[in-house]
């Protein structure tokens, strides 16, 4: 990561050169932000780990970041959701020997070298099984926990840091909780019992496929292959029609899988998921969930809407209740309201259309590091990290998709608590 500066500032020295040279600026000036972008996704890659599912992140929120910005890098980004610079064919038989034997070969009629799809903490291989079907064969990467884990030690020593920009944030405790949920993504067995409940709730689903696994060690997944047009490709390629359809069934499954299965899928980048030749969503990787066995919180559904409902006094009530509000912390109610509406707004209107220019819009607010920023005084409870990763996550989707769609009817569908709840009184401001 620290060559980034360097190899940056040695094209700026070249794009002089060629300015003197009689280049016009415009043009020198793009083609360095090309080389740049091209840079930061052969380091990003090859170093994997964190740095990689950093590279991820800003894959989601490029839609937030101003065109004349990210036009150079989108497509550069875009490429980090679903493929990255893959591992020597050596070093994958190097794995498998060591995970499945010096015989490891005996499982497959067929395997093929050159990666399908490669990431953060693994890369996948198709492959033919022994039993004659298609299969998908996760490898992990050789030391990607202890990268992984290594990266949250920095991240950790920046504590006070974020803790004097945000100061209404516990960051041990969101971090400590982060440390953890990735931890579990690195144990392809923990891995593969979560894909197994998610194949066994969807077999023959009329909206979702995920494919069942087949073999799994603590390193290596063997699941059934899938095939199918990449959200990233529908993103950028697909009609109107198509995006909205996309979008509408990536809500629904993320709304619904709690309730259904007990787990939230916690990793929602496009590079996880498959528009089918059926219309169906298929998706990939749960090395990333948030076990839900209740499904969603119930009063997540309450404070939504009564938040549409205009009661501000009880919804920065609830909020103290679960811990966004820490004790000592003063909110202005009116401050808040504007600053949860347009998060909110999906769910209070028949029909809502997310766009690139509304997420620019938010993350603006949320950026604003004044002090009289509300976004300062909140906090993120440790119970709600993976929640926020997904819905964060998920509205930079449906904003590269330019989703429009009925979000309101998914969340009285499956959201607890989202239509009249007797046990709103427990809320109610005293």
């Not at 050596?90 to 067929?110: C, I, P, Y």
């Not at 100061?167 to 923990?190: C, F, M, N, S, T």
Request: glycine share 10%.
């Amino acid at each position: 990561m620290a060559a980034l500066p360097l190899g940056f500032a040695g094209r700026t020295a070249m794009g002089l050169g060629k300015r003197i040279g009689g280049k016009s600026a415009e043009i020198v000036a793009e083609e360095i932000q090309q080389r740049t972008a091209e840079q930061i996704f052969k380091v990003l890659g090859e170093l994997k780990g964190g740095a990689m599912k950093l590279g991820q992140a800003l894959s989601i929120f490029e839609a937030a970041l101003p065109q004349e910005i990210v036009g150079p890098y989108r497509a550069t980004l875009t490429k980090l959701q679903d493929a990255a610079p893959p591992l020597p064919a050596a070093t994958v038989h190097k794995v498998l020997t060591e995970q499945l034997g010096d015989d490891w070969r005996d499982n497959f009629l067929s395997f093929d070298d050159q990666p399908t799809a490669a990431a953060s903490i693994g890369q996948v291989h198709q492959a033919v099984w022994h039993d004659g079907r298609q299969v998908a064969v996760k490898i992990q990467y050789p030391g990607a926990g202890k990268a992984l884990l290594g990266d949250f030690a920095q991240l950790a020593r920046l504590g006070k840091m974020f803790g004097a920009l945000l100061p209404g944030l516990d960051i041990k405790a969101v971090l400590a909780e982060l440390r953890d949920r990735v931890a579990e993504e690195l144990d392809y067995l923990r891995e593969a019992e979560a894909q197994h409940a998610f194949a066994l709730e969807f077999h023959n689903d009329p909206d979702f496929h995920v494919p069942d696994v087949i073999a799994a060690n603590e390193m290596i997944l063997v699941s059934e292959w899938m095939d199918g047009t990449p959200l990233s490709r529908v993103i950028t390629d697909g009609t109107k029609e198509e995006r909205d359809h996309a979008g509408l069934l990536f809500v629904r499954f993320l709304f619904c899988s709690p309730a259904r299965v007990g787990m939230l899928h916690a990793d929602p980048h496009p590079g996880n998921f498959r528009i089918l030749p059926n219309g169906k969503l298929g998706i990939l990787d749960f090395g990333a969930v948030n076990r839900m066995p209740g499904g969603y919180p119930t009063v997540f559904g309450q404070l939504t809407r009564i938040f549409n409902q205009g009661d501000m006094d009880t919804v920065v009530n609830g909020l103290r209740e679960e811990g966004f509000i820490r004790p000592g912390i003063e909110i202005d109610p009116d401050a808040l309201r504007a600053f949860l509406a347009p998060y909110v707004e999906p769910t209070a209107v028949e029909e809502f259309t997310f766009s690139r220019e509304w997420l620019r819009a938010q993350a603006a607010s949320v950026t604003d590091l004044r002090p009289t920023n509300v976004v300062r005084q909140l906090n993120l409870p440790a119970s709600y990290v993976l929640i926020h990763r997904v819905h964060a996550a998920g509205v930079g989707v449906l904003c590269q998709l330019g989703t429009t769609a009925r979000f309101r009817d998914e969340a009285v569908r499956w959201v607890p608590g989202f239509i009249d709840d007797p046990n709103d009184e427990a809320l109610a401001v005293p």
